[in-house]
């Protein structure tokens, strides 16, 4: 379900609709213009009033007639299109700005949501149309935050099961793998048999209310030795590996399915619950490691004016600054420099080592104490490190643009994982020599 569009009013006119869909200006703006909607909509009788909503936060939870106006108000939202979700929405943030501090109405109020039918799957989704319009709707970071407090316990990975998905798996869970792919698309079923096949392994992690609905999944290929090209990876042409024989396993994609369950941690315990069931399953295995994107790197480096990449390519900031400007490309340009000599049959060395100099660098970059890159971040908060850098690793469409086709191994020793989790919080993710510590 998407956010709605915004409407441009005809030139002088002033109509309800205007009032919600507006241009993006404060929160504060759009919050009045939709409490100005919803007040009218609750004279008109379109929506539970003022009082049934009051009514939702502060009755016990044993109250049946409030009870049953919690499954009234779920089946309108549910059944509403995205400008009455977001009224309806307005009308929570509204009430529940009305109690001080955090007194317990709206967890109440959540409860008592959860109570209902499918309850915990409305309330995942509801989450999600708040992460959406937390900027046009007032005063919902505090159901916000209500909501997240009772989702982390309630998807408490203790309460978790990690299922294999196979070639055998219902039809209905493998078609969700390609919805819910955020990776590498799965573009066909072919391709999906070979991400699913013998000398492969996926796991999901699922939840009991939740049965069919994989709330996170990795796959995992196996190999002799590291991975560098995921091209290579997914080519369901490639022979099958020899089980008995394999040393390395890769984790070549991991994917959140529920928008709404964004600041949940389960995600950083499904590799270790996987490779603890992998070294059951094949006790030979010695090594893990990713075959990871660098989703923002091409972005950064986009922003770079010609002095910072000078800098960290020439790794002499007062050489780089002494040096002439003329002529000396700046960030965009050289991300459009990497792109070509990725795609090139053979790539200069020099142009290789600026891009990993420059991707090493932004891998290691840090922002309010933790890493830059969002990938890098899941995984240096797992403990993992930063082993070696890839050229030309992915050259899809999507590759090419959002890292100029470079790719990144995490690796996973499980002797280290602490000791690395320990340097983050100091500042200084862990890297292996090959790819060098920025100072």
Known sequence: MNAPANLAP??????????????????????????????????????????????????????????KLARRWCEQYTAADGKDRRLMLAALAQVRGSFAGEAGEGVRLFKRFNA????????????????????????????????????????????????????????????????YEAVHEIK?????????????????????????????FVEVAFAGQMADNVQALLDSDAPRQDLDKVRWAIFYSISNTQPGLKGISFGNFLLKRVVEQLLQELPKLKSFATLSPIPGFADWLGKLDADAVEAIVREDKARAKARKREGVPDGQRWVARLARAAQARKTPDVVKRAGFRLAAHYL????????????????????????????????????????????VNYLYDLDELDDNLARLHDGKPQVSRSVGRVA
């Open 188 to 216: 066909s079923w072919d391709d999906l048999r070979h991400r699913v096949a013998p000398d492969r392994r996926c796991y999901a992690y699922f939840h009991p209310q939740m049965p069919g609905v994989p709330l996170i």
């Open 10 to 67: 005809a030139r002088g006119a002033r109509t309800p609709e205007a009032d919600v869909d507006a241009a993006d200006t404060t929160a504060a703006d759009a919050g009045s213009s939709l409490i100005t909607r919803l007040g009218r909509l609750w004279e008109r009788g379109r929506l539970p009033s003022e009082s049934e909503v009051r009514r939702l936060f502060e009755a016990r939870l044993t109250d049946v007639a409030a009870n």
């Open 364 to 407: 290691q970059s840090m922002k309010n104490g933790l890493p830059l890159d969002a990938v890098a971040r899941f995984h240096l908060g797992n403990g993992a490190r930063i082993e070696r850098l890839n050229w030309a690793a992915d050259t899809s469409a999507k590759g090419l643009k959002q890292s100029c086709a470079l790719m």
């Open 116 to 179: 209902q039918p499918m309850g915990l799957r409305f309330l995942v989704e509801l989450r999600a149309d708040m992460l959406r319009w937390r900027k046009q709707v007032a005063g919902i970071q505090a159901l916000d935050k209500d909501l997240e407090g009772l989702l982390s316990a309630w998807f408490d990975v203790g309460l978790l099961e990690l299922r294999p998905l196979t070639w055998d798996s219902p039809a209905s869970l493998l078609e969700k793998l390609i919805l």
